[in-house]
């Protein structure tokens, strides 16, 4: 009877952290009334101010169109608006996309609330173990990130 390598139980407590994670995303953006891939997109526009629809896909991991249509959403609650390009030399058929100061004002208050739910979860943790916490999770994103694709085995059937 094969043992379980040890590296499945760290596999094993990612899948449950991203399921946690999925629920309590989609709980909070009913909370707030906006749509779980939005509050990802609000962030992003926060972060990074401007960007072209592109540039939003691929930082979100997700196709263009996919991208354009949370940008849709926001336009239409009006955290968002569609801008052309209007500097010297830049390519005017690029569309690109930021807040509306309704939307940061929205954003904000997404923070806050996220904010606050964190601080009620990890209220009994210490400094230092959030900062150890937080330090396994970056070690492993970026061992993961890290793996050559050729080197990601599939599974094959036997």
Do not use: N
Not at 4 to 12: E, I, M, N, Q
Request: proline share 6%; glycine share 6%; aromatic share 4%.
């Amino acid at each position: 009877m094969p043992s379980t390598p040890p590296y499945r139980a760290l596999v094993d407590a990612i899948a449950r952290l991203q399921r946690v994670q999925r629920d309590v995303a989609s709980e909070m953006a009913r909370e707030l009334d906006c749509p779980r891939a939005a509050l990802s997109t609000l962030w992003l526009l926060d972060k990074r101010g401007e960007m072209g629809i592109g540039d939003l896909a691929q930082h979100l991991h997700v196709d263009i169109s996919v991208a354009s249509r949370q940008v849709t959403q926001l336009v239409e609650a009006g955290h968002a608006e569609r801008t052309t390009p209007d500097a010297p030399g830049t390519d005017r058929r690029v569309r690109t996309v930021r807040l509306t100061e309704q939307g940061r004002r929205f954003t904000a208050s997404t923070k806050v609330a996220l904010d606050e739910r964190a601080a009620t979860v990890f209220g009994a943790w210490t400094p230092d173990d959030l900062l150890d916490a937080a330090s396994a999770i970056e070690k492993v994103a970026d061992a993961v990130q890290g793996l050559p694709l050729d080197a990601r085995p599939l599974a094959t059937a036997t």
